[in-house]
């Protein structure tokens, strides 16, 4: 596609129930990374993806978080028993080749998350 | 610990200039971006430092100093359309994006 999308655009849920958010990286770009924005907050890294394996899972708040991807394509992001501290912007980014140089990232719209 | 320090906000007059500032302190350093954040929309690339100087581009410069672990970004003539918020972000040793939590910009006419 042209862009990142990401869906859904806007999320609400109940406290413990599950989610799960999409996004379609710029197709052929093998980089994706997945960002929680909270309200006025800058970006907190959440999980990058090289390909479909994820070298560096380190900003994964709890085991409540998981993320996956099919090959050089769609990531999942999935939140478990969602609690009213994950409501935020969930943002996916895809880069080129995730390997430095003037390589940009390219953000999708996001995805607002409310848990009530 | 990695650490990216800029102002949390600031107010600037139309047609006027103004510079934002970022300080860092990473594992490594392998590129320093600024990006620009409209509320309520996704980031978008502004610019790109991996060398010491100014890099311009139209309205915006950005400059790296990276022995003295700074930055700034610079608009010129600057425009309503400019109130947004501003990212700075370092890609460290192993390569990965450490960001400041931003610089909210607002414009007066």
């Known amino acids: 596609g042209a862009g990142v999308s990401q869906s859904p655009s806007n999320k609400v849920t109940e406290k413990g129930k599950d989610v799960e958010l999409r996004c379609d990286p710029i197709s052929g770009h093998t980089a994706l990374y997945w960002y929680r924005q909270r309200l006025g907050q800058g970006l907190e890294f959440l999980i990058y993806f090289q390909g479909n394996s994820a070298p560096d899972k380190s900003g994964l708040p709890s085991d409540r978080f998981s993320a996956e991807r099919t090959g050089e394509s769609v990531s999942t992001l999935t939140i478990q028993r969602t609690q009213q501290e994950d409501s935020a912007v969930y943002l996916c980014a895809s880069s080129p080749w995730g390997s430095g140089g003037l390589e940009t990232q390219y953000f999708g719209p996001g995805t607002r998350l409310l848990v009530l | 610990g990695q650490n990216i320090d800029q102002p949390t906000e600031m107010t600037a007059t139309e047609g006027a200039i103004v510079q934002i500032n970022c300080t860092y302190q990473?594992?490594?350093?392998?590129?320093l971006f600024w990006y620009q954040q409209h509320a309520g929309e996704a980031p978008t690339f502004l610019s790109y430092?991996?060398l010491d100087g100014l890099e311009e581009k139209g309205r915006f410069s950005s400059f790296l100093s990276r022995s003295k672990g700074y930055s700034y970004l610079l608009l010129k003539e600057l425009q309503m359309k400019d109130s947004a918020s501003y990212l700075c972000?370092?890609?460290?040793?192993?390569?990965?994006?450490?960001w400041g939590a931003g610089t909210k910009l607002i414009i007066k006419p």
């Open positions: 972000a370092v890609r460290d040793s192993n390569y990965q994006l450490i």
């Open positions: 990473t594992s490594g350093f392998n590129g």
């Open positions: 430092n991996v």
